[in-house]
C-alpha cells in the first residue's frame, strides 16, 4: 500500500497549505492517518500558516489496527447496517449447479435454520398501538371516525380480522409472521368497499342531477316550440296581406308605366349634368391644388440659443379654408414664428389645428421630408433635428426613420420575451401535471394523516403554479411601453377622439409645452442617436433637412 501511494513533495505540500484559498490550505494542512485518511480541522488559513510543524510519531502496527478500528466503529455507528450472509452452492465453483446437502449443512452451521424456526415459533411482527391504530382501523372501525390508539381499539380490530394466536402488551400488538399479509388483504376489501360505498353515491347525487337538468331541458323545449308555432300563426295572415299588396301593385304599374318612364328619362338627364358638374369642379381643386402644392416652401425662423426652427408654407388658407372658431394667429416677436391661440380654451400652441386635414397621421405614409401631423423640422450648431408637438419630445431622427428603429427594437426583445414566457409556460405544464397526480394520490389516501401530507404538497404545488403565473404576465407586459410609443408615431392624431372629448366646436390640437412662454423649456436631445442619423443618411433614398 506503502509503496502505491501517489505521495506529493513536502515543498508542494507546504505550499498548497499557504494558499490563498481557504479550502485547500484546511486540506493540505490537515493530519493524513496511517489509513490514508484524513481530517480538516475548523482552523483558519491564518492560524493554518501559522502553526509551527510538529515531529510526527513514528507508527507501530498496534496504533494503525487501534486508528482503522476506531474509524470502522465510527463509520458504522453513522449509519444502520445489514449484514448478509453469503451461502456456496456447490464446492466445485461451477455455475448452475446446486448441491443441496452442502447448502442445508452450510445453513444449519451458520444458525440459519435455527433462527426461522424460531421466528416461526414466537411473533416475529411487533408494532406500536398508534402505528397499527392507524394502518388497520379501516377493518373494524368507520372511515372517518377518530380511533384512539389503546389497548381495547387493537383488540376490537385483531377481532374484526377473525385472527388467533396474537398477544397484546401494554404498548404493543405481538403477531405471527403470516398476520401482516391476512391483516393486508382485509384491508384491502375493506378500502374497496369503501370506494364501493362511495362510487354508489356519487352515481345517486349524478342521476338526480341529471334528471333536474333534463326536466329543466325539456321545459324549455316545450317553451320555443309553443313560441314558433306561435309565430308561425301571426305570420300566415300577414304573409297574405302582402301578396295581395303585391298584385295590386303590379297592377297599378301597368297603368302608370308611360309616366314612369319619362320621369326616369328627366331623372337620368339630372344625374348625367350634375355629374359633368362635379367633374368640373374637381379638375378645379386639383388645379389650384396643385397650384398650392407648388407654392408650398419652408423659410427659416430667426435664430435663438443657437438654433432655429423651419417653417412650412403649406398655404392652408388656400386648401383647408380659414381658422375654426375661437382660434386667433399671431407671430412671435421673438423668433417671428406665427403660433396659434385658442381663446375658448385658453390654449396656445405652434401647431396650426388645420394642418390635422393635409398632413399624414401615420409617419409611415410620409415620403422625403414630409412630417406627419404635429411635427417640426429644426437646426441647432448645424445639426437638424425633430420636434413632436404631440408627446412633447425631440428626436434626432425623422419620424418614419425612428418608427421604423423602434419596430426593430420591438421586434428583438419581443423573441425575447416570447422564449422567456415559453420557458414558463413548460414550467407551468409540469407543476401542473404534478398537482394532477396529487390530486390522484389524495383520492386513494389511507388514513387523515395521508391526506393531510397529500393536501401540504399540493399547497405547496400552488403557490409555486401561481408564482409561475405572475412570472409569465411580468414576462409578457415588458414590451407594452414600446408598443405604446410606436402606436403614437403610427397614430399622432385622433380627431375622433379630441372631438369625443372636448366637443366640435373647440380646438382640433391639444396644449404645447412649446408655446410662447415655455420657450425655454425644450427637453434634451439624444446626442448618442447622432452617429445613427449620419449612418441613416448615408443608406437612406431619402434626404432631411433640406435649407431652402
Not at 478 to 491: F, M, S, T, Y
Request: aromatic share 8%; hydrophobic share 35%.
Amino acid at each position: 500500500l506503502e509503496k502505491n501511494r501517489d505521495t506529493l513533495s513536502k515543498d508542494v505540500e507546504k505550499a498548497l497549505s499557504h494558499s490563498q484559498n481557504a479550502l485547500v490550505a484546511a486540506l493540505f494542512s490537515a493530519q493524513i492517518s496511517t489509513t490514508g485518511t484524513f481530517r480538516v480541522t475548523a482552523k483558519s488559513r491564518k492560524e493554518s500558516q501559522a502553526a509551527t510543524p510538529m515531529r510526527k510519531a513514528v507508527p507501530t502496527v498496534c496504533s494503525a489496527f487501534a486508528e482503522s478500528l476506531q474509524q470502522l466503529v465510527e463509520k458504522m455507528s453513522a449509519c444502520r447496517p445489514h449484514f448478509v450472509r453469503c451461502v456456496r452452492p456447490n464446492g466445485a465453483q461451477q455455475k448452475a449447479t446446486w448441491d443441496a446437502d452442502l447448502v442445508r449443512r452450510q445453513l444449519r452451521t451458520a444458525g440459519i435454520m435455527e433462527t426461522v424456526r424460531i421466528r416461526k415459533l414466537g411473533y416475529s411482527n411487533r408494532e406500536l398501538f398508534s402505528e397499527f391504530v392507524r394502518r388497520y382501523r379501516t377493518i373494524a372501525f368507520p372511515y372517518h371516525a377518530e380511533v384512539p390508539a389503546t389497548k381495547a381499539s387493537c383488540e376490537r380490530i385483531m377481532k374484526a380480522t377473525k385472527l388467533s394466536d396474537y398477544l397484546i402488551g401494554n404498548e404493543k400488538v405481538f403477531m405471527k409472521f403470516f398476520h401482516s399479509d391476512v391483516m393486508a388483504v382485509q384491508l384491502v376489501q375493506a378500502l374497496n368497499a369503501y370506494l364501493f360505498v362511495q362510487n354508489g353515491v356519487r352515481r345517486f347525487i349524478a342521476r338526480n342531477r341529471y334528471r333536474k337538468l333534463l326536466s329543466v331541458a325539456r321545459a324549455q323545449a316545450a317553451e320555443s316550440s309553443s313560441l314558433l308555432q306561435f309565430i308561425s300563426a301571426s305570420i300566415t295572415p300577414i304573409h297574405a296581406g302582402f301578396e295581395s299588396h303585391t298584385k295590386q301593385d303590379e297592377t297599378n304599374d301597368d297603368q302608370k308605366k308611360p309616366w314612369l318612364k319619362s320621369l326616369r328619362e328627366k331623372e337620368t338627364k339630372a344625374e348625367k349634368e350634375a355629374l359633368k358638374a362635379e367633374m368640373k369642379a374637381a379638375e378645379k381643386a386639383e388645379k389650384e391644388h396643385a397650384k398650392a402644392e407648388k407654392a408650398a416652401a419652408k423659410t427659416k425662423s430667426k435664430e435663438t440659443s443657437g438654433g432655429h426652427v423651419w417653417i412650412r408654407e403649406e398655404n392652408l388658407t388656400l386648401r383647408v379654408g380659414p381658422l375654426p372658431r375661437g382660434w386667433e394667429k399671431k407671430v412671435d416677436p421673438v423668433s417671428g414664428r406665427p403660433y396659434f391661440k385658442n381663446h375658448e380654451t385658453r390654449q396656445t400652441t405652434w401647431v396650426d389645428p388645420r394642418s390635422a386635414a393635409i398632413r399624414k397621421k401615420d409617419a409611415r405614409d410620409t415620403k422625403d421630408d414630409e412630417l406627419p401631423y404635429g411635427w417640426d423640422e429644426a437646426e441647432i450648431n448645424g445639426e437638424t433635428y425633430y420636434i413632436d408637438h404631440n408627446t412633447k419630445t425631440t428626436s434626432w431622427l425623422h419620424p418614419r426613420l425612428l418608427l421604423e428603429e423602434k419596430k426593430e427594437e420591438y421586434e428583438r426583445k419581443q423573441a425575447e420575451v416570447q422564449g422567456r414566457a415559453e420557458e414558463h409556460r413548460l414550467l407551468l405544464k409540469v407543476y401542473r401535471d404534478k398537482r394532477t397526480k396529487l390530486e390522484q394520490l389524495r383520492a386513494a389516501a389511507a388514513d387523515a394523516q395521508e391526506l393531510a401530507d397529500i393536501d401540504e404538497r399540493i399547497a405547496a404545488v400552488d403557490l409555486v403554479i401561481l408564482r409561475e403565473l405572475n412570472e409569465l404576465n411580468q414576462v409578457a407586459s415588458e414590451n407594452k411601453p414600446l408598443k405604446q410609443e410606436i402606436d403614437a408615431l403610427r397614430e399622432q392624431f385622433s380627431r375622433k377622439k379630441y372631438e369625443d372629448e372636448h366637443g366640435t366646436a373647440g380646438a382640433l390640437a391639444a396644449p404645447d409645452v412649446y408655446a410662447i412662454k415655455h420657450e425655454d423649456t425644450l427637453p434634451r436631445l439624444d446626442t448618442a442617436k447622432k452617429a445613427k442619423l449620419r449612418e441613416s443618411r448615408r443608406t437612406s433614398i431619402f434626404s432631411f433637412g433640406k435649407k431652402k
